[in-house]
Antibody, heavy 125, light 103 residues
Framework: EVQVVESGGGLVQPGGSLRLSCAASGFTFSTYAMSWVRQAPGKGLEWVSV????????YYTDSVKGRFTISRDNSKNTLYLQMNSLRVEDTAVYYC??????????????????WGQGTLVTVSS | DIQMTQSPSSLYASIGDRVTITCRAS??????LNWYQQKPGKAPQLLIH???TLESGVPSRFSGSGSGADFTLTISSLQPEDFATYYC?????FGGGTKVEIK
């Protein structure tokens, strides 16, 4: 059974940093691209960042470029999101997701097949 | 970047109703279109990928159609557990969502 479990969320002041983790199991982690998708309170879904299965390709939505860094450790089946210079507008539930259609970040059939339960990040003074 | 526009943003329906949600892309995306269902407080669930391929375990009352720039998600007979918000997605872009509420 595929499982992804996020951790690391919490309350942080504007300008602060936070590192999210996503522990994966039940599938061959290194063969799938992995994503972070967020949802601000009462809002829709936003695709934040993606990393290829091998870790050599990444994508970031414009609003987080230069502030967030996605990475993965295939030996530990774990995905990370390092979030620096956090802003109030980064407040959201952050979901980890497995891309069931792609192993790269340059793939047309990308889709978030499996999701974690989410971890809440609150940026507030 | 390709924009995804869903309509309506919300709708009211009764049990047993046929419900149709549309998603329009700002340019042709072939059949690279996926649909998700999200219930309050829960993670989204992938329902349909590649425009019309039902995910394993998804009830057959759900169906998807379309190609190019115009797509449709249809629920043939709305059930109590179907009241939720539905999103379309292409590449790294989601539509704005359609909330299906009880009439």
């Amino acid at each position: 059974e595929v499982q992804v479990v996020e951790s690391g969320g919490g309350l942080v002041q504007p300008g602060g940093s936070l590192r999210l983790s996503c522990a994966a199991s039940g599938f061959t982690f290194s063969t799938y691209a992995m994503s972070w998708v967020r949802q601000a309170p009462g809002k829709g879904l936003e695709w934040v960042s993606v990393i290829s299965g091998s870790g050599d390709g990444t994508y970031y939505t414009d609003s987080v470029k230069g502030r967030f860094t996605i990475s993965r450790d295939n030996s530990k089946n774990t995905l990370y999101l390092q979030m620096n210079s956090l802003r109030v507008e980064d407040t959201a539930v952050y979901y980890c997701a497995v891309d069931g259609g792609c192993s790269t970040t340059t793939c047309y059939s990308t889709r978030a097949t499996y999701w974690g339960q989410g971890t809440l990040v609150t940026v507030s003074s | 970047d390709i924009q995804m526009t869903q309509s309506p943003s919300s709708l009211y329906a009764s049990i047993g109703d046929r419900v149709t949600i549309t998603c329009r892309a700002s340019q042709s995306i072939s059949t690279y279109l996926n649909w998700y269902q999200q219930k309050p407080g829960k993670a989204p669930q992938l329902l349909i990928h590649a425009a019309y391929t039902l995910e394993s375990g998804v009830p057959s009352r759900f169906s998807g159609s379309g190609s190019g720039a115009d797509f449709t998600l249809t629920i043939s007979s709305l059930q109590p557990e179907d009241f939720a918000t539905y999103y379309c997605q292409q590449s790294y872009t989601f539509g704005g969502g359609t909330k299906v509420e009880i009439k």
